[in-house]
């Protein structure tokens, strides 16, 4: 017989989540480097990280950690809650952080519309380490 843990969502699980997000996203969002490398993305190459962030997310939390089942989970419109809460933590740690810090202003010269698309791209870069640090505080914790 194996033993499982009770591996419901709960709201702990979300703070983990945001814990391991914000630790992982810090040092991408003061670094001019991922800036400038957003700046030269395209729309298309922006959406294909966003994938990646998404791809990343669902296999470290239902693909590596075999104890954890999609189906088992509460859902809203069909996506467990615990993915759509890392997704959150992910972006939203990025975007908080970078907002705060005013890394738009200090690393853009841009036209409002044009720096929101820059950091948005930006955002999409930092969530590929962020996704990290959240699934993982996610599944240790």
Not at 93 to 99: C, D, G, I, Q, R
């Amino acid at each position: 017989m194996k033993f499982r843990r009770n591996r419901r969502f709960r709201p702990a699980d979300s703070a983990q989540q945001l814990v391991g997000g914000f630790l992982l996203a810090g040092p991408f969002v003061v670094t001019e480097e991922v800036w400038q490398l957003a700046d030269n993305m395209n729309v298309l190459q922006a959406l294909l990280t966003v994938v990646v962030v998404f791809a990343i997310g669902y296999a470290a939390l239902y693909k590596a950690d075999t104890g954890r089942d999609p189906d088992d989970e509460r859902e809203v419109v069909g996506v467990p809650i615990r993915f759509l809460s890392l997704m959150g933590a992910a972006f939203g740690s990025v975007t908080l952080l970078a907002l705060l810090f005013g890394a738009p202003d200090t690393f853009l010269d841009a036209t409002i519309t044009e720096s929101a698309l820059t950091t948005f791209k930006a955002v999409s870069v930092g969530s590929i380490f962020s996704v990290v640090g959240a699934a993982t505080a996610d599944s240790v914790f």
